[in-house]
């Protein structure tokens, strides 16, 4: 059984910042990706930045320069973690984000995974 479980959201003044936690626990071989998605009010899920297993990382127009995606190299291990670091925070960053991952496992081969979802919100 894969768990995803973000953490680090609340509400943040514009130009402030946040760091946004996914711990992915469970029978994992390999963490192929991870990605961070958001969903505002009335607006579709959007891809937010996305790594790699080797450090490949991917950015929407919206955040870059802003957002940093990161993840532990721990291997072996029960639990992994990935980081969305996100500076210069603006009202429109408003969004619940969810914490994504596509993970092998021996039992059920590569699947994607999702998280709860934290929210966020950027006010003055």
């Known amino acids: 059984q894969v768990q995803l479980v973000e953490s680090g959201g609340g509400l943040v003044q514009p130009g402030g910042s946040l760091k946004l936690s996914c711990v992915a626990s469970g029978s994992i071989l390999t963490i192929n990706t991870m990605g961070w998605y958001r969903q505002a009010p009335g607006n579709g899920r959007e891809l937010v930045a996305t790594i790699t297993s080797s450090g490949s990382t991917h950015y929407a127009d919206s955040v870059k320069g802003r957002f940093t995606i990161s993840k532990d190299n721990a291997k072996n291990t029960v639990q992994n973690t990935g980081y969305l670091q996100m500076n210069s925070l603006k009202p429109e960053d408003t969004a619940v984000y969810y914490c994504?991952?596509?993970?092998?496992?021996?039992?059920?081969?590569?699947?994607?995974?999702w998280g709860q979802g934290t929210q966020v919100t950027v006010s003055s």
């Open positions: 994504s991952a596509n993970i092998y496992t021996f039992s059920r081969g590569s699947l994607d995974y």
